[in-house]
């Protein structure tokens, strides 16, 4: 399996809108419109996230993305998410969905995120989190296979979503 990374453009919104329709990413994501105004903004760089489709094999095969912790630590985001405030300033989050649900269970989540892991190694963050919905179990199993390990300091207030480190 040969997994590369596209950043996203404009011509990419139609395939991630038709991806989000499923539901598989209907459970966790939140509606496809107000997810595609925030990759917009990320697009035009009004959003310091970085958003990629990851190919398998040079076909896309799904989203991840990266988003700077220290950024979201302002009162609009830890009003709606005030497990931020905990984590550390200079943290890496990463967000990452299949595309299609063909592909789900077999550890194509857990190779993209192995790769893109080195690559922000390589890139000089070393705290780099993720945050599933506790009830994804089949992502928090993904992301445990990937070195992630569930951070009890992190966690101690937190029950929308299970903060889990990257441990290498």
């Not at 107000?34 to 959003?47: N, P, R, S, V, Y």
């Not at 988003?67 to 890496?92: F, M």
């Not at 989540?109 to 989190?129: M, P, S, Y």
């Amino acid at each position: 399996m040969h997994i590369t990374f596209k950043p996203v453009t404009v011509d990419d919104l139609s395939r991630l809108e038709s991806w989000m329709a499923l539901p598989h990413w209907r459970q966790w994501w939140g509606e496809a419109e107000a997810e595609l105004g925030h990759i917009c903004d990320m697009i035009e760089g009004k959003d310091t996230t970085r958003p990629f489709l990851f190919l398998v094999d040079e076909k896309p095969a799904g989203y991840i993305q990266y988003w700077h912790v220290g950024h979201h630590q302002n009162p609009s985001w830890i009003s709606r998410y005030p497990w931020l405030a905990d984590l550390p300033r200079n943290a890496i989050g990463v967000d990452l969905s299949i595309g299609e649900a063909s592909n789900l269970s077999r550890g194509i989540g857990t190779a993209t995120l192995k790769k893109f892991v080195a690559i922000l190694l390589e890139l000089g963050h070393d705290t780099i989190i993720i945050d599933p919905d506790p009830e994804n179990a089949r992502a928090i199993r993904a992301y445990e296979k990937a070195g992630f390990r569930p951070v009890e300091a992190y966690n101690r207030q937190v029950t929308d979503c299970l903060i889990m480190a990257y441990l290498n």
